[in-house]
Every structure is written in C-alpha cells, then in structure tokens.
C-alpha cells in the first residue's frame, strides 16, 4: 500500500507542477500563486506474495493488490509547499488451495481425487493518506 501511495503523491504533485510551470507565463500572478488538483487514480496495481510463516500456515503465493480512489492536492508555486490526500479503495481478487492437497502423492501416482477444496480470497478496504 505505502507504494501505491508514494506513486500517486509523486504522479499528483507532476500534475501540480505542470500547472505552475503554465501559470508562470502569466505575469499578472503573484508569486505565492497556489494551484490545486484532484486526479481519479484506476487499476495501479501491485504484487504481493504471502509466503510461508513458519507456523504451519501454507503459502498463499502471489497475486495483484488492485485499487480506485482520488488524491487531491495544492502546491505553492514559489516555496514547493505541497499538501494532499488520497483516499484509497483496496481489493484483493485472488484463489487459494492448498498445495499439499493439489499435489497429492495420489495424485502425482495416478489416482485422481482432491482432498483439498479451493476457495476464493476476497478483500476490501479502504485507507486514506495526507501529507
């Protein structure tokens, strides 16, 4: 999560100063001029990978940590005083069976039947950052 955060404060403040960088061209603007933003953020998605705790728990693996939301900000063109927030939807959308189960002795000698039951993990949850 804190990447995704990190790149959507560092994408927000490009944005921002992309507005002072055009609004330098206007000579009427004082110096302490004060642009501000709000940007839709979709689909940066990272990987995670749940491995083995040591205390009996299977690994999960790998899978994408997805997420939607918003992130306004302003920045104060001549100091660089750059203020935001993000408010973040998280969601996982992944599958899990246990691979003990799968890959069976049984099963890897020919008989076929599955002791292990495959289940969906599904996750929601919402944060929120300012800086």
């Known amino acids: 999560m804190e990447s995704t955060f990190s790149f959507y404060k560092n994408r927000l403040r490009q944005v921002l100063e992309g507005k002072c960088g055009s609004a330098q061209n206007y000579a009427c603007l004082s110096d302490n001029k004060i642009?501000?933003?709000t940007i839709s953020v979709q689909e940066f998605d990272g990987d995670y990978a749940v491995?083995?705790?040591?205390?009996?728990?299977?690994?999960?693996?790998?899978?994408?940590?997805?997420n939607k939301g918003t992130c306004s900000g302003s920045l104060t063109c001549n100091t660089g005083e750059y203020h935001g927030t993000c408010s973040l939807r998280f969601y996982i959308r992944d599958a899990y069976k246990?691979?003990?189960?799968y890959y069976s002795l049984?099963?890897?000698v020919g008989?076929?039947?599955n002791?292990?039951?495959?289940?969906?993990?599904?996750?929601?949850?919402?944060k929120s950052k300012s800086w």
């Not at 292990?116 to 919402?126: E, L, R």
């Open 115 to 126: 002791t292990g039951t495959p289940y969906k993990i599904h996750a929601d949850w919402f």
């Open 51 to 66: 491995a083995d705790d040591g205390d009996c728990m299977e690994p999960i693996g790998r899978g994408k940590l997805y």
């Open 98 to 101: 246990n691979p003990w189960d």
């Open 111 to 113: 008989v076929n039947f």
């Open 106 to 108: 049984a099963e890897k």
């Open 35 to 37: 642009v501000s933003e």
